[in-house]
């Protein structure tokens, strides 16, 4: 019976003393707080499919109307001119979505195109014949910046894409096997002309959380982490995109889109509505138009007393709503093997471009969500990511090799949100692994160190990235 007690006493101590060391490792490496990505205005994901939808506590019952109005707004199908619902009627005559929510299902992410002849969803290419760095890629005479791939009745759409891939097989340092997979895509049916040498760059829709954050920072907390010429050698040298600001009249740093191409979350909104939908707005009041067809012609959305389809004060409550949406807090923030992969994280550099410290200005569209610190893994600066990633389409002064650094709150939540794990600027990752697998040109380094790790530790490095 001794035996037995002593045998216990020591099985209890050695499970003590492993919980112990477990507690003290948290302690010294949980970071109070960081499970707060957006600050004291964070929200607890409580259904996992709709974790991306909800406002910034505290907002007064006019915003919270607002937001209201901007939310379904954000999911209604709108239809073409002349219709009964003339509060959402304009649609057209060519686009590539009736909804926002059709290429933001839940405010989440896009899904890349896997076969030929599918229904887009939060999926398109941009078009340009060229550049100029200050006013922007020059759109086809005939086809304008982008594809549209759908079209109201009685007007030709501009083209169908189909998709093929192309398998790239490769293997970790410890022998661990591994396939890529690449998208190559065709222009079909072309109703307008030919688009010759045009200049294409596949995308897929992002999601909307956090965007009045990024909203709110001042251009100099952007450029602090600029380094063009990698004075500090560390072969990051990331540069800030400088666009042309439609309201302002001039040039400005670049936050919103896949090469930072959009200066405000205003001039980002009202480019969708006009790109993606046919919808007019002050900013961008002029129909999108196919070449050979008068759109003066053509019934439209604006009302009596408007002069656009989406009136300012319409517009204004979808910017509430945009601006509001708040970011989850992450999840298992306090699990050893998260604390291990943030560790990784930092060890390998990711965070030299996935930044996690800024500090928002004041925001007058919002004044709650100025002057709080954000944790949104994104420097918002053009970085080169290799050929493998090359879309070789300029974009004010981004080069064909250079994209703004994702930002990575909300990616661990994405699956749940979206039912798919698709990443990247065209969706051609299947998984995070991939998406590092991916990486080129100056995260080249990081990538190599990240194969190089034992597998155990590039799981943790993925159970980190997941709670994000």
């Known amino acids: 019976m001794k035996h037995i007690l002593w045998v216990g006493a020591l ?9 112990f060391l477990e507690q003290d490792y948290i302690n010294n490496n949980y970071e109070l707080g960081e499970e707060n990505l957006v600050s004291h205005l964070s929200i607890e994901a409580f259904t996992a499919d709709k974790a991306f939808g909800r406002g910034v506590p505290g907002l007064s019952d006019l915003e919270l109307s607002f937001f209201g ?9 709108w239809v073409s001119a ?8 304009g649609l057209g005559p060519i686009f590539n979505a009736r909804a926002c929510s059709a290429c933001h299902l839940r405010d989440g992410r896009g899904k890349p195109l896997l076969e030929n002849g599918a229904g887009s969803k939060g999926f398109l290419i941009r078009l340009s014949t060229g550049n100029n760095e200050i006013t922007g890629p020059i759109g086809l005479f005939n086809y304008g910046g982008q594809l549209q791939d759908d079209s109201n009745l009685e007007i030709q759409n501009e083209g169908g894409i189909n998709v093929s891939f192309e398998i790239i097989s490769g293997k970790y340092p410890d022998g661990t096997t591994y396939k890529l997979r690449k998208p190559n895509y065709t222009i079909v049916n072309e109703n307008y002309g030919s688009l010759g040498n045009a200049k294409q760059s596949p995308r897929v829709g992002q999601q909307v959380i956090g965007l009045g954050f990024i909203d709110a920072l001042s251009e100099a907390s952007i450029l602090v982490n600029e380094d063009i010429n990698d004075a500090d050698g560390d072969g990051i040298s990331g540069k800030a995109n400088k666009v042309w600001n439609v309201k302002e009249n001039r040039t400005t740093i670049g936050k919103f889109g896949w090469k930072a191409n959009q200066p405000s979350l205003e001039q980002q909104v009202a480019g969708a509505f006009n790109g993606d939908m046919g919808l007019t707005t002050s900013i961008f009041p002029d129909e999108n138009c196919p070449d050979g067809i008068d759109c003066s012609k053509l019934n439209n959305g604006v009302n009596i007393g408007d002069n656009v389809e989406v009136p300012d004060k319409q517009f204004s409550r979808m910017m509430v709503y945009q601006a509001a949406i708040s970011v989850p807090k992450r ?13 990784i994280f930092n060890d390998l550099a990711c965070a030299n471009c996935h930044v996690n410290n800024f500090q928002t200005s004041s925001y007058s569209l919002l004044p709650q969500i100025g ?9 918002f ?6 050929e493998g990633l090359a879309d070789h389409r300029a974009d004010f002064l981004a080069n064909g090799r250079e994209w703004r650094t994702q930002p990575l709150w909300g990616l661990g939540l994405i699956e749940q949100v979206n039912n798919h794990t698709f990443l990247l600027h065209d969706g051609r990752a299947r998984n995070i692994e991939e998406a590092i697998l991916w990486h080129g040109g100056e995260a080249e380094k990081s990538k190599n160190n990240f194969m190089a790790l034992p597998s155990n530790n590039r799981e943790q490095l993925l159970s980190f990235l ?3």
Do not use: E, W
Request: net charge neutral.
């Open 331 to 343: 999840r298992d923030f306090k699990a050893p093997s998260v604390l291990k992969g943030k560790k």
């Open 371 to 379: 002057n709080v610190t954000i944790r949104p893994y994104s420097d």
């Open 466 to 468: 997941n709670s994000l």
């Open 69 to 77: 109005v901007g939310n379904a707004m954000f999911d209604q199908s």
């Open 381 to 386: 600066l053009l970085h080169d990511m290799g």
């Open 11 to 19: 099985l209890v101590f050695a499970c003590s003393s492993d919980d």
């Open 82 to 89: 002349p219709a009964t619902t003339t509060s959402r009627d």
